[in-house]
């Protein structure tokens, strides 16, 4: 939970610097860009790490296999349940956020050809 905040306000602050730079030229979805990538990214990390956790050949028990999902996941309680669900979520989170991002360069699309 702390690191979904921590990137949130580092994602706010980075949009606000853009907004700032950019004035007029300004648009939401260039800056949730980054936030849509970095959520992959994420993904991806989680999903490597719950692989390699469900697999019972690939290591001698359960453990950690990058530094992002330790970031996420953290020390405590592990289990290839509790990697399973951080797993889910974030490829919710990331489908969510690149409809979000599609759907607001569809509507700037749409909105210039008109």
Known sequence: MAFSIVIFFVWAVYALIMKKSLKEKF???????????LSLIVSLSLGTNYVAAAVP?????????????????????????LFEKYFEYSLA?????????SGLKLLKANGSSS
């Open 27 to 37: 648009r939401l979805f260039d800056p949730l860009l980054s936030l849509v990538i």
């Open 93 to 101: 989170l990331s489908f969510f956020l690149l409809i979000v991002y």
């Open 57 to 81: 050949s690939l290591n001698d028990g359960i453990g950690i296999h990058n530094f992002m999902a330790y970031w996420i996941i953290g020390e405590d309680n592990w289990s290839i349940g």
